[in-house]
């Protein structure tokens, strides 16, 4: 499915004054405590509140809380909150178990201000987004937009703008040369929008100022026009961007980046760069390690059976695309009385008469691949990431779909978005691996640490409940 275009403006007053507000909050929270409860706010109350924001700031950064919200997304705003504050409160207690600081603060202080700093910061977001939303009704803030192209990224663009108010922008008309737009104008009028003008009108519009902002969606091949527009602008005070449609290509991840000064855009790219592959990675190496430890006795009992219930080797290695397309060996407890790792490998079917008894359990809990665990702490897996394929394949299905080899962008995980929206188990039809791999595009693009946690819940129901693993 192709990616939308997002049109976001420069940072406002309320992109700067919520972290503000947050971190406020959190100390306050914790003051009010204090002076609730009989106490004085001293150093050590106001250290405390301090690192605690602090710590709420970063982790928010990775749950994706500090990024604009889209209007009506107040439920998930409010499960960003609650999963960042919980964060923030595991991380206080692992400070203060290792430095005693939290020892100085009462232990009814603390319960306390747990549940009042959430629903304070709550408060205050609601507050600024009431605040923001008055203004904009009124007119303060909001920026007047033209569009140089009646379209598809044009629309899409406008639509855009119509459905997140909160971005200030209003869109006064579609502008475009009359002939050349003739077959969208037609388009166009059936759905209700029509032409403003053509591009000249647009031009005379910035001059006489009823137009703060014009947002250029001509195709890039439309080289001349854009020209036209940017040099006519040019002698105005309008700005002007432009809305490259590189929406035509699947977009992986796109970001803008400076390379010597010059602007570039990602169309394929890994999204796991810097603070955020640190986070994915320091949650892998945690997880996987408390799974283990937890799991140690099941996994112990499952090799036994293993080995008792039929001939051969108790853990099975296979070949697998990894991390750029790098071959890696990916572990997992044998469920078949082959070991098929070759130029052709053949997928599992239903009543498949290699599986054995214990195998076909383990293949329907997916309990096999709990050592892959193992392939997670070495670090060339993940938790949660496309599932990797045998390299057979990986061989086949490169030269059946378009971009296919996108999803070794990120490392493979034990589990994946596509996995738990049903896309598990034999791939008969080429359909079906299509399917697969529209997921793990999607997965890719949107990542983040809470998308991850909820793969992760999700998985313990949904493999219970699978009817196509086998």
Not at 436 to 461: P, Q
Request: with cysteine.
């Amino acid at each position: 499915m192709k990616s939308r275009s997002q049109i976001t403006t420069q940072r406002r007053w309320a992109d700067l004054l919520q972290p503000t507000l947050d971190a406020a909050a959190v100390v306050a929270s914790l003051a009010f405590v204090r002076w609730v409860t009989g106490r004085s706010v001293d150093d050590v109350t106001m250290a405390m509140g301090l690192i605690a924001a602090i710590v709420f700031l970063l982790l928010s950064q990775l749950t994706g809380l500090q990024r604009r919200s889209d209007v009506g997304a107040a439920d998930g705003e409010i499960i960003k909150l609650a999963s960042t504050w919980t964060l923030t409160v595991l991380v206080l207690a692992l400070l203060g178990f290792a430095t005693r600081y939290s020892d100085q603060l009462a232990r009814s202080v603390m319960m306390i201000w747990f549940a009042l700093a959430p629903a304070l910061i709550g408060l205050g977001r609601m507050c600024l987004r009431i605040l923001q939303r008055g203004l904009l009704r009124r007119g303060i803030g909001v920026r007047r937009v033209a569009i140089a192209g009646l379209n598809d990224l044009g629309r899409q663009t406008a639509s855009n703008i119509t459905e997140q108010p909160s971005l200030g922008l209003i869109v006064k008309g579609f502008y475009d040369d009359r002939e050349e737009a003739r077959e969208g104008e037609e388009h166009a009028e059936s759905d209700g929008e029509s032409l403003a003008g053509d591009l000249d009108d647009l031009v005379a519009a910035a001059r006489a100022g009823e137009v703060d902002t014009v947002l250029v969606t001509l195709p890039m091949r439309a080289e001349q026009r854009i020209k036209f527009i940017l040099d006519k602008l040019s002698d105005t005070t309008v700005s002007v961007y432009i809305v490259p449609d590189f929406f035509v290509f699947e977009l992986l991840h796109s970001q803008w980046t400076n390379l010597g000064g010059l602007p570039a855009v990602s169309v394929f790219e890994n999204p796991l760069f810097g603070v955020d592959g640190v986070a994915k990675r320091i949650a892998d190496l945690v997880i996987a390690s408390v799974a283990l430890v937890a799991a140690a006795i099941p996994m112990l009992i499952i090799a036994i059976l293993v080995k008792a219930t039929s001939r051969g080797p108790i853990f099975f290695r296979q070949r697998r695309y990894g991390l750029d397309g790098r071959e890696i060996m990916v572990w997992k407890y044998r469920s078949m009385r082959t070991c098929d790792n070759g130029p052709v490998v053949k997928q599992a079917t239903k009543g498949d008469p290699r599986i054995t008894r214990i195998g076909a359990i383990l293949r329907k809990t997916s309990l096999d691949e709990l050592p892959q665990l193992f392939n997670v702490i070495e670090g060339t897996m993940s938790l949660v990431g496309p599932r990797p394929h045998a390299t057979a394949h990986n061989e086949q299905y490169r030269k059946l779909i378009r971009g296919y080899m996108l999803r070794h962008k990120v490392k493979p995980g034990i589990t994946g978005l596509a996995q738990v929206n049903g896309c598990r188990g034999e791939t008969e039809t080429i359909d079906k691996m299509e399917r697969r791999v529209d997921w793990d595009h999607r997965y890719i693009r949107s990542w983040s640490l809470w998308l991850d946690i909820k793969i992760l819940f999700k998985t313990l129901t949904v493999v219970w409940k699978q009817e196509s693993a086998y």
